[in-house]
């Protein structure tokens, strides 16, 4: 499915490669003396590990200093800290009210992610329309992931009357930026063939690009045209190991369709222990995903728990 990003973080001003102590006492001094761009530069050695030891206690306070003193990209920072419970307590209602002071400071990123705060009501209430307001605003800064979040927004209908041809266009000026998340949505449509003619070599493309910088379900859905042969050649064997990448990077669908091949046998050498463990993962991974029902009872087949089983009477299991 087409689907939102995640709270994004605020990339850093270039910064000096040649950093030394020095230079880091020297941003230490100038924070200390109500600089919020030092404050902030210092941040993001806290959180990065560049030459000092990695520090998210430190990080994130010098980021909400940094917001006090005025620099929205701190503010922004200290949201997503809050937000990820990185050096604080996680608080999504802290996270909410550095977005919004961001947001209306200026800060692109910011307004995305308080877009995403209200798609999830993480902090404030749920409101898509409001969220549609926010991504708009961050896209029409330039920022991919509210142009990616907007085009999102548009093809689910969600704060939105559904336009799929305005959602395409919005995914293709992101993944023409190199937003990986935006080609991965790109090619939901084109393999859909929502708001354009279905192409599957299309989305071919657009999965392995995707794929190939670890976006979980571009690895997932192209594993699953390279097993049905849709745009490209079947290979079984080829589709089994993207499922197992997607799986690895937390794709719930691709655990349980490399599972029951283990426990099938299906292109694969049977397996029950790894069946197991696979089955295991997908419900962990998301208890409530869309093959969740199916993956209890083969996890149930496969332990020997299965009433019918436990019956000795034959019984027909899912491929």
């Not at 210092?42 to 306070?61: I, K, M, S, W």
């Amino acid at each position: 499915m087409v689907a939102v990003t995640q709270a994004q973080t605020v990339d850093p001003d270039e910064l000096p490669t040649d950093e030394t102590p020095d230079r880091i006492a020297a941003l230490t001094a100038e924070c200390d003396a109500d600089d919020a761009k030092a404050c902030t530069r210092l941040a993001y050695f806290y959180h990065e590990g560049d030459d000092v030891p990695q520090d998210d206690v430190r990080a994130t306070a010098l980021f909400a200093r940094a917001c006090h003193l005025g620099d929205m990209t701190g503010c922004s920072m200290a949201g997503y800290a809050y937000g990820a419970g990185q050096g604080v307590e996680r608080s999504h209602e802290r996270a909410a009210a550095y977005y919004a002071f961001a947001c209306h400071g200026g800060d692109a990123t910011a307004c995305s992610n308080l877009g995403l705060s209200y798609i999830g009501g993480d902090g404030v209430p749920v409101d898509a329309k409001r969220a549609v307001q926010l991504f708009r605003q961050a896209c029409d800064m330039d920022d991919m992931d509210g142009c990616a979040n907007l085009g999102a927004s548009y093809s689910l209908g969600k704060g939105v009357t559904p336009n799929q041809r305005q959602a395409a266009r919005l995914f293709e000026r992101a993944c023409n930026a190199d937003d990986q998340h935006a080609c991965y949505n790109l090619g939901v449509l084109h393999r859909d063939g929502l708001g354009m003619p279905r192409d599957y070599k299309k989305a071919f493309a657009l999965f392995q690009q995707s794929c190939g910088v670890d976006e979980a379900a571009a690895c997932g859905n192209l594993a699953m045209l390279v097993n049905d042969g849709r745009g490209v050649r079947r290979d079984r064997e080829r589709a089994l190991e993207l499922f197992d990448r997607a799986c690895q990077f937390g794709e719930p669908e691709s655990c349980f369709t490399l599972g029951r091949a283990y426990q099938t046998g299906k292109g694969i050498e049977p397996d029950a222990a790894r069946a197991i463990e696979l089955l295991e993962r997908a419900l962990e991974l998301d208890p409530n995903t869309e093959s969740a029902a199916e993956a209890r009872k083969a996890l149930n087949l496969a332990r020997g728990t299965d009433v019918g089983a436990s019956q000795n009477k034959p019984r027909k299991t899912a491929e």
